[in-house]
């Protein structure tokens, strides 16, 4: 947010040095990102009036005007813009006259017309962004009068103010804060006691959303230009003047914090009703775009329809404007979430919307209300109804909570004696409710809704002492490995054994969209209550939808292999129970590069997805086949008889969406709690000196027999020479016709070894007939010679 510091300086004293200033704010945990030199001192640019217009005989959208600059002799001007009338006063570089970024003005031709000089736009004068027009005067702009009279110098502060100190979003609020950090005093508002009434001429229809609404009515008012005071403020923060009455809700927004907004009270019929919306009701706001509203939004409405959208924007058929001659004041108390979700959904963020959904001052709302009442008064004329029609009742203060001296000074490592401890305390507007020489007890102010704990209070003082006050210690000493650090190893070793295996990391966000909500591997996700946006909508059940949207990403950059894999948290439902998943992703050609020798490439596949789970050292891992609506084929992995997770070919429903051409395979493993002890730890192993034998063995087998049966068959047969088993050769399905009804044919090769001397062939032929003979016994297939 933008602070000038003129207006700051109407509150406050400030320090005489602005980085001083910059500095003591940033120590205090409010960031100052940047500083801005403000203002019109620039010679040779004045008032000016415009005395006439006439079409540039040369050009479609340039016109000839002249102007009277308060020399006596008529000045002709050549203009392009279209915002101004016969009347006006603008601001005039005369020939001479050097603009920002060293722009000369010089007397000269344009389409063959003379041009003694430029009219300029707030812009071109660098005391504002607007580039739309020409600057447009008061009337009461004195004409010939150096336009730096009009624009004094100015130093604007750019503050990063955090979501939790809605109380500086305003000059107020913020001279509060520099007035405590400097040990000043902050000079009261003159603002007159609110007197407000009930009656129905307010109506709150949703009090949950809108627990507090006022209205307050002027009439015969007079719609035109701001006052130049005001205009230059506005200007000066970054804010376009509209006219008198649009700017003085403005300025007491950006004096106070306190968000208003004026209706055409001619236009409203009846009463004020403040309520959800209808589903889909249609909202024309002041932007000429219509909304289309649900339940949630919160409609501030008449008899007939629906006039501004709380707390977000006005309605365009209730604004004011030139013809308008009596106006209702809105001021009122709106629930933040409510605010934040109709501004995300809607897309339609405000300076209002800003304010609201990090909390306004509800003692703020009649006050702001009366100070915005007295600036209409003056800038528009007209007369105001004594009281203020109020309904509802505001939010009750926070709650008050004691501050142990001794516990703050333990906390920060220093010595803070109480009486300055209270005396920062009292300078944040807290108010002391009593206390002993251990403690106080403080009643907390209604703008300070952050201060909720004895530590925010600690907080708060060590702001203003100083943090580098405190001087540092070396405190650290020696700790034992905890359940955390060997979980982190763990996982940090899961991530290395897939590199190495060609995989790559990925890391998406645990919130997933909406349209993903309710099908596929988002059903049942637990959904936020307040979600930022509708692409983070509820908390992940799974890491594979966050995977999928990286692979079609990097599908559409053209990637031909895909290795992926992320390891993150997943909130199962139905409470959002965390849990430690891993997915693994593998799709396209086996090869990132295309074979030389021209060789078909080969795609990825789901032995290469079960040969990266085998590599992780989980143990031994089974799997059985399984059923998925989210796959074409499906199995669940199991360590013993525990299940881990599911794995599988994608189905092509899920990988046309995602934009893949080839099959997509994926793995989702949920890590045991305890990582590092289901880890197999590797270890060194010394190359052999000694030859190995192999023998191959071949078999018949039903189809209901496993390779997983027959590999542990053949390994634990407690065979000492036996080192290795590796399946080679399988024929089953339309393959294996001819080999009977419902059979397969496998075959693997046996390999033998001793670490200590080399083996002979009847050693050998011996161990490989045991195995033989003990797979013909227990698993009754079939041997073949």
């Known amino acids: 947010m933008k602070f000038s510091l003129n207006w700051l300086g109407e509150f406050v004293e400030l320090p005489n040095h602005i980085a001083q200033l910059a500095e003591l704010l940033t120590l205090a945990g409010v960031e100052v990102e940047g500083i801005e030199n403000r203002g019109a ?20 959208r340039l016109s000839v005007c002249a102007v009277e600059d308060g020399s006596g002799t ?13 009347g006006d006063k603008v601001p005039l570089a005369l020939p001479g006259a050097v603009l920002p970024n060293d722009f000369r003005i010089e007397a000269s031709k344009l389409r063959g017309v003379e041009s003694q000089g430029m009219l300029c736009s707030a812009k071109e004068l660098g005391i504002a962004e607007d580039a739309a027009g020409l600057l447009i005067l008061s009337p009461e702009a004195k004409i010939g009068a150096p336009l730096r009279e009009i624009f004094p110098n100015d130093t604007i502060l750019d503050v990063e103010i955090t979501p939790n100190r809605a109380d500086l979003l305003s000059h107020y609020g913020l001279a509060r804060e520099i007035a405590t950090l400097t040990r000043k005093t902050i000079r009261p508002l003159e603002i007159a006691e609110p007197s ?55 300025f007491v927004m950006l004096e106070l914090g306190q968000p208003l907004h004026a209706f055409d009270a001619d236009k409203l019929t009846g009463g004020i009703n403040v309520r959800l919306a209808q589903p889909n009701e249609k909202f024309l706001a002041l932007d000429g775009r219509t909304y289309n509203l649900n339940p949630q939004n919160l409609l501030i409405a008449d008899a007939q329809r629906g006039i501004a959208l709380g707390g977000v924007m006005g309605g365009a058929d209730t604004g004011v404007t030139s013809a308008t001659r009596n106006v209702l004041l809105e001021s009122a108390y709106f629930l933040p979430s409510s605010i934040r979700r109709t501004a995300r959904e809607l897309s339609l963020p405000s300076d209002a919307s800003y304010r609201f959904e990090r909390g306004v001052d509800p003692e703020m709302i009649l006050r702001a209300s009366v100070r915005a009442t007295q600036l209409l008064v003056e800038c528009a004329g007209g007369a105001a109804t004594p009281e203020t029609v ?18 703050c000074d333990r906390l920060l490592g220093a010595t803070v004696l109480p009486a300055e401890a209270d005396r920062i305390l009292g300078g944040f507007g807290l108010q002391k409710l009593g206390g002993t020489d251990d403690q106080s007890t403080w009643k907390i102010p209604s703008y300070r809704s952050d201060l909720r704990r004895e530590v925010d209070l600690i907080e708060e003082i060590v702001r203003v002492f100083g943090i580098n006050q405190i001087r540092g210690s070396d405190r650290s000493c020696f700790t034992t490995t905890s359940a955390a650090d060997r979980r982190y190893d763990s996982e940090k070793n899961l991530r290395q054994r897939l590199v190495a295996r060609g995989f790559c990391e990925a890391r998406t966000s645990a919130l997933v969209s909406r349209g993903s909500v309710g099908e596929g591997f988002a059903e049942q996700a637990v959904e936020l209550r307040n979600p930022l946006s509708e692409d983070h909508v509820a908390l992940r059940p799974s890491l594979i939808p966050g995977l999928l949207g990286a692979l079609e990403r990097n599908l559409r950059t053209g990637a031909k292999s895909v290795r992926f894999f992320e390891l993150g948290r997943a909130f199962l439902p139905p409470y959002g129970a965390e849990a430690r998943h891993l997915v693994l992703l593998v799709s396209g050609r086996a090869e990132s590069a295309a074979d030389w020798r ?13 040969g990266a789970l085998e590599a992780l050292g989980l143990g031994p891992l089974r799997w059985e086949r399984s059923e998925n ?6 199995a669940g992995i199991y360590s013993d008889s525990t299940l881990l997770g599911l794995a599988g070919q994608l189905s092509s429903a899920h990988a046309s969406k995602a934009g893949a051409t080839a099959p997509v395979f994926l793995a989702e493993l949920n890590l045991p709690n305890e990582l590092e002890s289901a880890l197999q730890p590797r270890s060194f192993q010394e190359l052999q000196r000694f030859p190995v034998v192999t023998r191959d063995i071949a078999l018949l087998a039903p189809e209901t027999l496993t390779h997983a049966e027959i590999l542990t068959a053949l390994t634990s047969a407690s065979e000492p020479l036996l ?8 024929f089953s399905g339309k393959a294996a016709g001819n080999l009977g009804g419902a059979r397969k044919s496998l075959a693997y090769t046996l390999t033998y070894q001793d670490k200590n001397r080399t083996l002979t062939h009847d050693e050998v032929n011996a161990a490989h007939d045991r195995i033989r003979e003990r797979m ?10």
């Open 41 to 60: 001192n620039l010679k040779d640019v004045v008032v000016a009036q415009i005395t006439s217009s006439t079409p540039h005989p040369n050009a479609d």
């Open 74 to 86: 008529p000045r002709q001007i050549v203009c392009g813009a279209k915002n101004y009338r016969v």
């Open 196 to 250: 407000a009434i009930g009656g129905n001429a307010v109506q709150i229809s949703a009090p949950n959303e809108c627990p507090f609404y006022s209205a307050r009515r002027i009439d015969d008012v007079t719609v035109g230009p701001s006052p130049d005071w005001l205009r230059r403020k506005l200007d000066a923060v970054g804010l376009r003047s509209v006219n008198n009455v649009v700017d003085a809700t403005n």
């Open 390 to 407: 109020v309904a509802g009742a505001l939010p009750a203060p926070p709650a008050g909570f004691s501050l142990r001296y001794a516990r």
């Open 598 to 610: 021209g060789d078909r490439a080969r795609q990825l596949d789901l032995f290469d997805l079960k």
């Open 629 to 634: 609506p989210n796959f074409a084929l499906a």
């Open 723 to 730: 080192t290795a088993v590796e399946l080679f050769d399988l």
């Open 776 to 785: 013909r016994r227990e698993l009754g297939v079939e041997l073949r010679e």
